[in-house]
């Protein structure tokens, strides 16, 4: 890799800071270390997801995260055992320790973030370094124009590189040569793997609803029954056969829930009490989450319960969509702003805004061809972030295996 006087006056800045008081970090486990950054524009929950992949692969590999804000990032969703940390500061003797302590067998640099240090001394260690998820506006890119070539010896210090997009990658090539490892990927997006169902239960149910138009609301909150409610009603004076699966969010509230739509005239059935969605069944309380594969495949649209109001708490999105069930969702995205926000731009979702409009999104997407186009970007997105993910995992699993194998003599 060529010289960079502009890296070394950085390293040799670097090597002078004082270290400061060690921090405490927890013990490093056994075996292989997996260590993954979550960098500028990178996300946490993308993260998560990819880390279980890997976790799905490679059982004993053990994983360490790392973040760059002033705490250590949140390990919610990622494998039981993860270790995060915060990364020290970029200066060798903050890095050192870190380093020494954890001593990973491969690092995963996610996002536009490039410390000189830390990628220096890296692989001085012969850490095997990935960048992936990377996208570098003009803006970036330009702001490297001034270090002549630093950012080319720092590139040239990656095993690969993954971009978001051909613009990220020409300027990549641009800064790093033309020779630089860099591939176009695409983003490491949230997504879900599809939920199990049983399929002879699938087919057995289909075959009972023949051709009855279906919708689901999962997850709906006691709060929210009363808009599912009139918006069965208002699909049924569009389409008389239409069938409402209903998923409450406490599925001990079903024989109440039962109960009180029987006294307004619907025609009911409970799914734990072993009833079926018979043809004159109206509305059918599926009271049981682990079933919820089964609804999302039979469902040609499903509402999110838990999004119309304040505080409520909804389902991933990506699991309707890595199923084909169009979305619909209110303007209270809960836990998953992400998510919903790349299935807004992928034109997979419809937005509504109140209870009343639930009733026309319903009543209009009962048209096949409407929630057919929904239904199949849902898909698109989904399994396209699932594609990218997949690619990183073989990536890093390629790259310990490569590491790992002994030098034939």
Same mark, same amino acid.
């Given at each position: #890799?060529?010289?960079? !006087?502009?890296?070394?006056?950085?390293?040799?800045?670097?090597?002078?800071?004082?270290? =400061?008081?060690?921090?405490?970090?927890? $013990?490093?486990?056994?075996?292989?270390?997996?260590?993954?950054?979550? =960098?500028?524009?990178?996300?946490?929950?993308?993260?998560?997801?990819?880390?279980? +992949?890997?976790?799905?692969?490679?059982?004993?590999?053990?994983?360490?995260?790392?973040?760059? =804000?002033?705490? %250590?990032?949140? !390990?919610?969703?990622?494998?039981?055992?993860?270790?995060?940390?915060?990364?020290?500061?970029?200066?060798?003797?903050?890095?050192? $320790?870190?380093?020494?302590?954890?001593?990973?067998?491969?690092?995963?640099?996610?996002?536009?973030?490039?410390?000189?240090?830390?990628? /220096?001394? *890296?692989?001085? +260690?012969?850490?095997?370094?990935?960048?992936?998820?990377?996208?570098? /506006?003009?803006?970036?890119?330009?702001?490297?124009?001034?270090?002549?070539? #630093?950012?080319?010896?720092?590139? *040239?210090?990656? /095993?690969?590189?993954?971009?978001q997009d051909a613009e990220t990658a020409a300027r990549l090539r641009a800064l790093g040569g033309r020779r630089l490892p860099v591939d176009v990927a695409g983003r490491i997006e949230e997504t879900?793997?599809?939920? %199990?169902?049983?399929?002879?239960?699938?087919?057995?149910?289909?075959?009972?609803?023949? /051709?009855? %138009?279906?919708?689901?609301?999962?997850?709906?909150?006691?709060?929210?029954?009363?808009?599912?409610?009139?918006?069965?009603?208002?699909?049924? +004076?569009?389409?008389?056969? #239409?069938?409402?699966?209903?998923?409450?969010?406490? $599925?001990?509230?079903?024989?109440?829930?039962?109960e009180r739509i029987a006294r307004e005239g619907w025609i009911t059935a409970i799914r734990s009490r072993e009833e079926e969605p018979d043809p004159e069944v109206q509305v059918f309380i599926a009271?049981?989450?682990?079933?919820?594969?089964?609804? &999302?495949?039979?469902?040609?649209?499903?509402?999110?319960?838990?999004?119309?109001?304040?505080?409520?708490?909804?389902?991933?999105?990506?699991?309707? *969509?890595?199923?084909?069930?169009?979305?619909?969702?209110? $303007?209270?995205?809960?836990? &998953?702003?992400?998510?919903?926000?790349?299935?807004?731009?992928?034109?997979?979702?419809?937005?509504?805004?109140? %209870?009343?409009? !639930?009733?026309?999104?319903?009543g209009d997407l009962i048209a096949p061809d409407k929630a057919a186009v929904l239904a199949h970007n849902a898909w698109a997105a989904s399994s396209g972030g699932a594609e990218v993910a997949e690619?990183?995992?073989?990536?890093?699993?390629?790259?310990?295996?490569?590491?790992?194998?002994?030098?034939?003599?």
């Amino acid at each position: #890799m060529g010289r960079s !006087l502009a890296l070394a006056l950085y390293l040799l800045t670097a090597s002078r800071a004082a270290p =400061g008081e060690a921090p405490t970090r927890a $013990p490093r486990p056994d075996g292989h270390l997996a260590w993954l950054h979550v =960098g500028r524009g990178a996300n946490l929950r993308s993260l998560a997801q990819l880390t279980q +992949r890997l976790q799905r692969a490679r059982p004993k590999l053990r994983h360490l995260v790392t973040g760059e =804000g002033p705490t %250590p990032p949140d !390990l919610t969703g990622f494998p039981a055992n993860t270790r995060s940390d915060l990364l020290p500061p970029d200066r060798l003797p903050a890095l050192r $320790p870190f380093l020494d302590h954890w001593r990973p067998d491969l690092a995963i640099l996610t996002g536009a973030s490039l410390p000189p240090a830390l990628i /220096t001394e *890296a692989a001085a +260690r012969a850490i095997p370094l990935i960048l992936a998820d990377i996208r570098l /506006t003009p803006q970036s890119a330009a702001a490297w124009r001034w270090r002549p070539g #630093m950012a080319a010896s720092l590139l *040239a210090r990656f /095993t690969r590189i993954l971009a978001q997009d051909a613009e990220t990658a020409a300027r990549l090539r641009a800064l790093g040569g033309r020779r630089l490892p860099v591939d176009v990927a695409g983003r490491i997006e949230e997504t879900t793997d599809p939920l %199990p169902g049983n399929e002879a239960e699938r087919a057995a149910l289909a075959d009972l609803l023949q /051709t009855r %138009p279906v919708w689901l609301a999962v997850a709906c909150p006691q709060a929210e029954e009363e808009a599912v409610i009139a918006a069965q009603a208002h699909a049924m +004076r569009l389409a008389h056969r #239409m069938l409402l699966i209903l998923v409450p969010s406490e $599925p001990d509230r079903a024989p109440a829930l039962a109960e009180r739509i029987a006294r307004e005239g619907w025609i009911t059935a409970i799914r734990s009490r072993e009833e079926e969605p018979d043809p004159e069944v109206q509305v059918f309380i599926a009271d049981s989450e682990e079933e919820l594969g089964l609804w &999302y495949r039979l469902a040609p649209v499903t509402f999110m319960g838990g999004t119309l109001g304040e505080g409520g708490t909804s389902r991933n999105p990506f699991e309707p *969509a890595a199923l084909g069930s169009a979305i619909l969702h209110g $303007p209270h995205p809960g836990p &998953y702003p992400h998510a919903y926000a790349r299935l807004a731009e992928a034109r997979a979702a419809r937005r509504i805004a109140t %209870p009343e409009a !639930l009733a026309a999104a319903v009543g209009d997407l009962i048209a096949p061809d409407k929630a057919a186009v929904l239904a199949h970007n849902a898909w698109a997105a989904s399994s396209g972030g699932a594609e990218v993910a997949e690619r990183v995992v073989q990536l890093a699993l390629a790259t310990l295996d490569a590491r790992q194998k002994p030098e034939t003599p």
